[in-house]
């Protein structure tokens, strides 16, 4: 979805209808890094927990540009 600054309402009010209908949603994001340290960078032997934390921590440590 490409949203302006002209289209910004009609987009924000179609957004929120959507994700009302919803039992999931997911987002795309674009992120000014990934990882804090090489230890946080998950790998193949990661838990599903473990790999859900690091992600975790990323996302909480780095913005999001787009």
């Keep these: 979805m490409d949203v ?4 910004f309402q009609r987009a924000q009010h179609e ?4 994700i009302l209908q919803c039992d999931f949603v997911a ?4 992120m000014t ?3 804090e340290s090489k230890q ?3 790998n193949r ?11 975790k921590r990323g996302v909480e ?3 999001v540009v787009q």
């Design 4 to 7: 302006t600054k002209q289209s």
């Design 15 to 18: 957004f929120k209808d959507s």
């Design 27 to 30: 987002m795309d994001m674009e």
């Design 33 to 35: 890094g990934l990882y």
């Design 40 to 42: 946080l960078t998950p």
């Design 45 to 55: 032997y990661d838990t599903k927990d473990e790999r859900y934390e690091k992600l």
């Design 61 to 63: 440590a780095y913005g």
